[in-house]
C-alpha cells in the first residue's frame, strides 16, 4: 500500500468519504478543483464536520451535472437551509452519530472520569487543544 495525495485519490475514487476533525487544514479543503478532479459518476460523502467541503463549489459542480451524488449528515450552520438542500442529487441528514446507545453510554462515561480525575487532582486526559477554540474564534474567516 502506498500513500497518495488527495488529488491521486479524487481522480481514482468511485466514493469519497471524509472522516477528519475540523481544523484550519480541513476548514474547505475539499474545493471546486478536487471536486472536479473526481469521476463525474463520483460521489462524495461528509459525516465527519461541517465546513470540510467548500459549500459553494460543491453547489456549482453538482449543478454543472458533475458527480452522482453528495451524502451529507454535517453543516457548518444548524438547522441546515442552505443551497444544497434544493438538489435532488444531496441526501443531506442530521448527523446521528452521536446518538446510538453505545456511543451515548462512552461519551458519559469518558465524561464521568475526567469530572473524577479533576476532582481528585489528576492530570486531564481529554483536553480540548488550544487550536479547536482558535478554529471556533476565527470562524468563516478561515
Not at 36 to 58: F, P, V, Y
Not at 66 to 76: C, K, S, T, W
Not at 98 to 115: F, G, L, Q, Y
Amino acid at each position: 500500500m502506498k500513500r497518495v495525495g488527495t488529488e491521486e485519490i479524487c481522480r481514482h475514487a468511485d466514493v469519497i468519504s471524509l472522516h477528519v476533525p475540523l481544523t484550519v487544514h480541513a476548514k474547505n479543503m475539499i474545493h471546486r478543483e478536487h471536486l472536479m478532479q473526481m469521476k463525474s459518476d463520483a460521489m462524495i460523502i461528509n459525516t465527519s464536520r461541517g465546513g470540510t467541503i467548500h459549500e459553494l463549489d460543491l453547489d456549482e459542480v453538482i449543478n454543472g451535472v458533475h458527480l452522482r451524488g453528495v451524502a451529507i449528515d454535517v453543516f457548518e450552520q444548524v438547522p441546515y437551509t442552505g443551497v444544497l438542500a434544493q438538489i435532488e442529487r444531496c441526501m443531506l441528514a442530521s448527523h446521528m452519530g452521536p446518538m446510538s446507545v453505545d456511543c451515548r453510554t462512552s461519551m458519559e462515561i469518558e465524561a464521568t472520569e475526567e469530572e473524577v480525575r479533576f476532582l481528585i487532582g489528576q492530570t486531564l486526559q481529554g483536553v480540548v487543544p488550544p487550536e479547536e477554540y482558535n478554529i471556533q474564534k476565527q470562524g468563516a474567516s478561515i
